[in-house]
């Protein structure tokens, strides 16, 4: 007796579903829903909340490591060395002291999940997903974004490092215009 009644309960689900189906299909209003968009010319946005690329505001990064640790497929390596007492390295945007300088902070975005329970994790809230969607590569080692900056960089007060002083650029010889010739 219970082959027969699957049978039914077989046939009466996709009766239902297929009614489903034929009236999202019969109205009007469904193809505006979701338009088809003609991609490189028309670009998708993002709803609020959407997990993208991940993004390290490095001059922020305190390097608890918290975000490689709560990472489930450890797609972030980070690399850190404790600065000496006298060197100040600054504080963090929300007041948080800096005390160890960051010498490798990557990430393999071929490993993410795009979870995000590393942006949850970091205290600082420097590591962030972005809205951006387009980093197709035809290489997977462009996939691994490297933020780390170099020590001088990161002490206290030296935001950037300027480059070395060009050699002043010769002057170029005066001419003196001649006076217009009267015919």
């Known amino acids: 007796m219970s082959y027969f009644k699957d049978i039914v309960d077989t046939v009466q689900t996709t009766v239902t579903g297929m009614n489903i189906t034929l009236k999202q299909w019969l109205t009007p209003h469904a193809s505006k829903q979701m338009p088809t968009l003609q991609y490189p010319?028309?670009?998708w946005v993002p709803p609020t909340g959407y997990r993208g690329m991940l993004f390290n505001y490095v001059e922020d990064c305190i390097v608890c490591k918290q975000c490689a640790v709560a990472c489930p497929v450890d797609c972030i390596r980070i690399e850190g060395e404790a600065a000496p007492k006298d060197i100040d390295?600054?504080?963090?945007?929300n007041g948080t002291a800096k005390k160890i300088f960051l010498d490798r902070y990557d990430i393999d975005m071929t490993k993410c999940l795009y979870c995000g329970l590393c942006?949850?994790?970091?205290?600082?809230e420097c590591l962030v997903m972005t809205a951006e969607y387009e980093y197709a590569t035809y290489d997977r080692d462009s996939q691994n974004y490297r933020f780390s900056?170099?020590?001088?960089m990161q002490i206290a007060g030296r935001r950037e490092i300027k480059p070395a002083a060009a050699p002043a650029p010769t002057p170029k010889p005066e001419t003196t215009p001649e006076p217009p010739k009267e015919a």
């Open 41 to 43: 010319t028309e670009k």
């Open 149 to 152: 900056r170099p020590r001088e």
């Open 89 to 93: 390295l600054g504080k963090c945007t």
């Open 119 to 124: 942006t949850e994790a970091c205290p600082t």
